[in-house]
């Protein structure tokens, strides 16, 4: 059976996850961590750079380092979190073909799922390594509310990295997985989930037969850490305004090094009650001297920066509640996930609403990968007795006649599901009529998402209202959307199945998934040689350094020149490897210079 | 092996139990021979519902399940078998669908085929009860059980990347159907509202099945004859009746005057015997029985006149007796509020006195108080359906409706209108638009729905003449206008 690992991959921080012996672990990266920083970048050489290397050169190249690229994928140019993204971020952020987002790293253009793809290429290379064998399966998690085009455009990464995703999950739910995963507990659970990004909230029966039921969900995918992040950044930059006049926005380095500094203090403030924000040289006052930035920030000013952020969420769980017509008090257990719920604060806010101590035996960095995992596994073995039953995070439905929005599928609809309505021709004389699939929850059509559509011709020509036409939505398990609209009176049918746009043609992801390849392959071998090259490099030195002294004690004989002539072969040789960067000869060579070495050392230490 | 069959347990007094009118009605054609297809057949009672209520009446001790080929029990009756367990309802109904089916190459395990085929031809018939195998009691929690159970046998994913061939969409159809029953069920004002639909659904059901059968009976009846024994099993004074033999059955042809003659002389006989025993071969209600008086009579003639007086003074007695038993059933009933029962006891009591012209036209009168509380169940059962867009249904209840209501145009649009929604049969529908014009001429939705109707026929000359007479009540009617357009070019 085919191994599917879970990746969670997240604003902030990615994660992977496999299932083991019926044990669902994470897997960590080369650096022993269990999280990857989600930040790719690309250096002045052309190298990329993915997780904790990218994150380490953030400060010294700024405009050449992507972090929270979940933010932009599958979203369009004009759309206002869009624009807001453009303006805080300090990598530049273009406009692609239709309407599409690219990001210029060193002079080229990205789609965002190939950014993304590289953060799951990473995390594929870690499971690799890890399992000792070639992965190709994978869950990847988004956040609930994401959109079917936000969704589309995660899977096109995931192709891009090499990827089948196999299922797309939302993240509190694969917390709720790994939360209720062999527990054999019958329990109505609300999943809090304050991640980097995003904030969501969903409410789930776990039953018997290992079925996991999505009562509702909701949530709000721009209201994250870097929300709180960008509170303290602007409390920062105005106060430093007021004391030196200076704009540190309008410096790139500057921005991201108060980026960071930002989230060090606000991680810190979940443990301290006060913390310094140390900046030195943060810019030049343009009088040929440095100025420093240096304030303290107390918690009780991030919460007072970050409290309307966290009522937001209490807001979002309320409604959610009454979605799922529940009360507080049918809710057994409150699971909390994401890296923001380690804040004091939230925790206490949790609290306060849902009148219950919040659970905190899950780890909230891990735990969604762990669920992503567990899903994994439930699809491709029989074994597993585990049913996830998922709803539309968004209602579904059509344009209609002064472009009001007819929902067909509301939100919170278990799925595999499918819909009917009927609809009449909304002009005299109408041949045909043009369907527009759109997801959301707003009356006005132009404020939801638009997902797809098509024409169905040849209606009767009469006046209005007169010609009937069925429109049927399907969602089946795998969360594709299939429209179908049918002339009542003919029987002429149109169908199509909404292939959500990522922003992407089929094309594209084609040749980006090649060039992908590519990468990985000129990655691996260099990563490979430039181990190899390390070492022998050192051993040259070392070689290099004990010649004169050698030299001297054996040269007397001829058994010790015949060793001299070979030591300097071997590093001959080494050398022109290193140039011709070839690490299958330098890794050939390396034997024999630890050989050499030793023996050069033997000798020494002899006399 | 035969299927077991219901029968009444003697000596229940069935009052002390609620029953709900569907029950009652059951009960009334409960007699040890026939199965519940049967009764479903002869009580135009859905399968589910006989099903469930012989259930209930099983569990209150009032039936029992026999073999039907077993020898009947002498009375005293032996004391009871042992309950057999209750039957699994799958098993008591035939299979629906073609067995091929079983057959198909894909990667569905056999037993779990059988399961979806089962429900998946049966979803019409059930209810979200019966599809979640849960009582019409079932708290939250028990709902809730059942459902996560069959969702996770039928949710797509059980099979993830298998081929299930034309089992993914029926699974999926089944998912979706289970899940609605779920989430109608879990939820506390849906619940409230689909049982009421429900209840309608059964109180038409019931109510239409009794009173076509007393109707039918009433009409069976000629006149009392010694022949037409009283009712068999139990009737709503509550003595129920054990036969000893088949009883008589209603159906049977009424014995030839010869025939009489007969058995009243062979009758005289035993009797001028001396040996004073009642008649045997006719099981009746237990009525008071008077001490027959041993006379001598001068001539066999004499003795076989007056004995015939006697007898027939006798089975008189026992008519009134019925007629005022039923009649005081029927009022009782009626004082409850019961009106199906009631309609039914009535007609019974009319049976047993045809002439009593009182009691007829009381009985029609109540017939009519049912027909009305009928279809105004069916009028709500419609308005449900109309909105669930199950238009079939929507139709046959507002064709219900109609019936019940002959001046009733409005009933009789809706139910064409149904039909036409429905894709049915359009003779049908072009009736009821026919009588919704002749109800009510000026109405002109009324012409433009006959009109449509004649239009999707392919009657384009009666649709164009229909569209016609429409637009002389109503000129302007932009519907008709446009009906003529299209038919103009047809």
Not at chain 1, 310 to 330: F, H, N
Not at chain 1, 507 to 512: F, L, N, R
Not at chain 1, 527 to 541: M, N, S, V, Y
Not at chain 1, 552 to 576: T, Y
Request: glycine share 6%.
């Amino acid at each position: 059976m085919e191994k599917v690992i879970g990746i969670d991959l997240g604003t902030t921080n990615s994660c992977v996850a496999i299932v083991e012996n019926g044990t669902p672990v994470v897997i960590p990266n080369r650096g022993g961590y269990k999280t990857t920083p989600s930040m790719v970048a690309v250096t002045e050489a052309g190298k990329r750079l993915v997780g904790h290397i990218a994150k380490r050169q953030a400060i010294t190249n700024a405009e050449n380092t992507v972090y929270a690229a979940k933010r932009l994928i599958g979203r369009k140019w004009n759309s206002p979190q869009v624009k807001n993204a453009v303006a805080t971020s300090s990598y530049r952020i273009v406009e692609g073909p239709h309407n599409d987002v690219r990001i210029v790293l060193r002079d080229k253009e990205f789609s965002v799922p190939e950014i993304s793809a590289m953060v799951l290429q990473e995390m594929k290379v870690i499971a690799e390594d890890y399992l000792g064998e070639p992965v190709s399966k994978a869950v990847v998690t988004v956040p609930a509310y994401f959109n079917d085009n936000q969704r589309q455009a995660t899977k096109d990464a995931g192709e891009i990295a090499g990827l089948d995703v196999i299922r797309i999950i939302n993240e509190p739910t694969a917390a709720a997985l790994s939360y209720g995963f062999g527990r054999n507990i019958e329990k109505t659970v609300a999943v809090y989930d304050f991640g980097g990004g995003t904030f969501d909230i969903s409410i789930l029966e776990i039953g018997a037969h290992g079925v996991f039921k999505v009562i509702a969900t909701a949530g709000d995918t721009f209201l994250g850490g870097e929300d709180v992040d960008a509170r303290i950044i602007d409390w920062l930059v105005s106060g430093f305004k007021e004391e030196h006049g200076i704009d540190l926005r309008q410096d790139r380095m500057a921005l991201q090094r108060l980026k960071d500094a930002a989230e060090k203090a606000k991680c810190e403030l979940s443990s301290v009650r006060e913390t310094e924000v140390n900046l030195p040289f943060i810019i030049s006052s343009g009088r040929n001297e440095a100025l420093h930035l240096q304030r303290s920030l107390t918690r009780t000013t991030l919460e007072e920066l970050s409290e309307d952020l966290i009522d937001r969420t209490v807001d979002i769980c309320r409604q959610t509640l009454e979605d799922a017509k529940l009360e507080k008090d049918e809710i057994d257990e409150v699971v909390l996930v994401g890296g923001m719920t380690r804040m004091p604060r939230i925790q206490q806010a949790v609290q306060q609403f849902f009148e219950k101590e919040p659970n905190k035996g899950v780890h909230p960095d891990e735990v969604v990968a762990l669920g992503a995992a567990i899903q994994g596994a439930a699809l491709v073995d029989d074994k597993q007795e585990m049913i996830l039953l998922d709803v539309t995070p968004h209602a579904l439905g059509i344009m209609t006649f002064g472009s009001y929005f007819e929902e067909l599928i509301p939100q919170n609809t278990t799925v595999p599901t499918h819909r009917t309505k009927i609809f009449t021709t909304s002009r005299d004389n109408q041949t045909a009529v043009k369907i527009l699939v759109m997801q959301g929850e707003s009356q006005r059509a132009e404020e939801n998402e638009l997902l797809g559509e098509f024409i169905l011709t040849g209606l009767r020509r009469a006046p209005k209202g007169q010609v009937e036409i069925e429109v049927t939505f399907e969602i089946n398990a795998d969360g594709i959307v299939s429209v179908r609209a049918k002339d009542l009176e003919t029987g002429l049918e149109q169908s199509i199945q909404v292939t959500a746009t990522s922003g992407l043609t089929r094309d594209e992801i084609k040749t980006m998934m090649d060039n992908a390849k590519d990468d990985l392959v000129d990655r691996r071998t260099s990563e490979e040689f430039e181990a190899a090259r390390q070492e022998a490099e050192k051993l040259i030195t070392e070689i290099e350094k004990l010649f004169p002294q050698v030299q001297q004690i054996v040269a007397s004989s001829d058994f010790g020149r015949d060793a001299i002539e070979k030591a300097k072969a071997i590093v001959e040789k080494a050398r022109s490897a290193i140039e011709r960067k070839d690490a299958a000869a330098v890794k050939e060579q390396l034997e024999g210079l630890t050989r050499t070495h030793r023996m050069f050392k033997g000798v020494v230490a002899k006399t | 092996m035969a299927e077991k069959v219901p029968r009444l347990v003697a000596n229940v007094d069935i009052r002390k139990f609620r029953l709900d009118p569907t029950d009652g009605f059951l009960l009334t054609r409960i007699d040890g021979r026939l199965g519940p297809r049967d009764l479903a057949r002869e009580t135009g009672l859905p399968e589910f519902s006989v099903e469930r209520a012989l259930e209930k009446l099983e569990s209150l001790g009032v039936i029992e399940r026999i073999d039907p080929n077993a020898p009947p029990p002498t009375a005293p009756p032996p004391p009871p078998p042992p309950k057999p367990a209750a039957p699994q309802f799958s098993q008591l109904l035939e299979a629906k669908y073609d067995p091929a089916e079983l057959e198909e190459a894909c990667d569905v395990p056999v037993q779990h085929r059988k399961r979806v085929l089962d429900l998946y031809y049966r979803l019409d018939d059930i209810d979200h009860y019966t599809l979640l195998g849960v009582t019409r009691e079932a708290d939250k929690k028990t709902v809730k059980r059942a459902y996560f159970e069959l969702a996770g046998v039928l949710h797509p994913d059980r099979y993830f990347k298998k081929n299930l061939g034309s089992f993914k969409p029926k699974m999926e159809v089944l998912f979706a159907r289970v899940t609605d029953a779920h989430d109608t069920l879990v939820d506390k004002d849906r619940r409230v509202d689909y049982d009421a639909y429900l209840a309608e659904v059964a109180t038409t059901k019931g109510m239409e099945a009794m009173l076509e059968r007393a109707l039918d009976e009433a009409q069976r009846v000629a006149a009392p004859t010694p022949s037409s024994a009283p009712s068999r099993g139990s009737v709503p004074d509550g003595t129920p009746v054990v036969a000893s033999t088949p009883p008589a059955s209603g159906s049977l042809p009424p014995a030839s005057a010869e025939e009489l003659q007969a058995r009243r002389e062979a009758l005289a006989r035993r009797l001028l015997g001396g040996a004073g025993r009642p008649p045997s071969a006719v099981t009746r209600p237990s009525v008071a029985p008077e001490a027959p008086n041993p006379l001598r009579y001068s001539s066999s003639a004499d003795a076989v006149e007056a004995l015939k007086r006697r007898y027939e003074d006798r089975i008189e007695q026992a008519n009134s007796a019925q007629v005022r038993r039923y009649t005081e059933a029927a009022e009782q009933a009626l004082a409850k509020n019961d009106l199906a029962n009631a309609a039914s006891s009535f007609s019974l009591a009319v049976k047993y006195a045809p002439d009593d012209v009182a009691l007829a036209m009381r009985y029609q009168e109540l017939k009519n108080q049912a027909d009305a509380v009928m279809s105004e169940s069916y009028i709500k059962q419609a308005g449900y359906e109309e909105r669930q867009q199950k238009w079939p249904e929507a139709a046959r209840s507002w064709a219900r409706v109609a019936k019940l209501r002959p001046a009733d145009a409005r009933a009789a649009e809706r139910a064409a209108f149904c039909l036409l929604k429905a894709d049915g049969d359009m003779h049908e529908a072009a009736e009821h638009a026919k009588r919704a014009v002749a109800t009510d001429p000026r109405v002109a939705l009324h012409h433009v729905t006959l009109a449509e109707v004649y239009a999707k026929a392919g009657l384009v000359a009666s649709a164009r003449r229909a569209a016609e007479t429409g637009l002389v009540v109503d000129p302007k009617n932009v519907a008709l206008l446009a009906l003529m357009k299209r038919l103009g070019k047809g």
